[in-house]
């Protein structure tokens, strides 16, 4: 199955270190797997370190500011 990013939108850090980004995400294959529900948004955390090539890239892209600006994390 293969995967493509839709869009993203809303990131947030997701910790004080800075190196994960929670944003909603819409991915091509969650309409295939019924997600459907929040307009086929979903909560997807990009890790700097991923060992996804597609997490890396949505976190250097979000840092990059093209999700709009990250908001501050606040806390657990």
């Given at each position: 199955?293969?995967?493509t990013?839709?869009?993203?939108k809303?990131?947030?850090?997701?910790?004080?270190?800075?190196?994960?980004?929670?944003l909603?995400?819409?991915?091509?294959h969650?309409?295939a797997?019924?997600?459907?529900?929040?307009?086929?948004?979903?909560?997807?955390?990009?890790?700097?370190?991923?060992?996804?090539?597609?997490?890396?890239?949505?976190?250097?892209n979000?840092?990059n500011?093209?999700?709009?600006?990250?908001?501050?994390?606040?806390?657990?």
């Amino acid at each position: 199955m293969t995967m493509t990013l839709i869009d993203a939108k809303n990131p947030v850090w997701s910790n004080a270190e800075q190196t994960a980004i929670t944003l909603e995400c819409k991915f091509s294959h969650y309409a295939a797997m019924g997600m459907t529900e929040n307009d086929g948004y979903y909560p997807f955390t990009a890790d700097k370190n991923d060992v996804e090539s597609h997490g890396k890239q949505i976190y250097a892209n979000a840092v990059n500011g093209d999700y709009g600006t990250i908001a501050a994390y606040t806390g657990d």
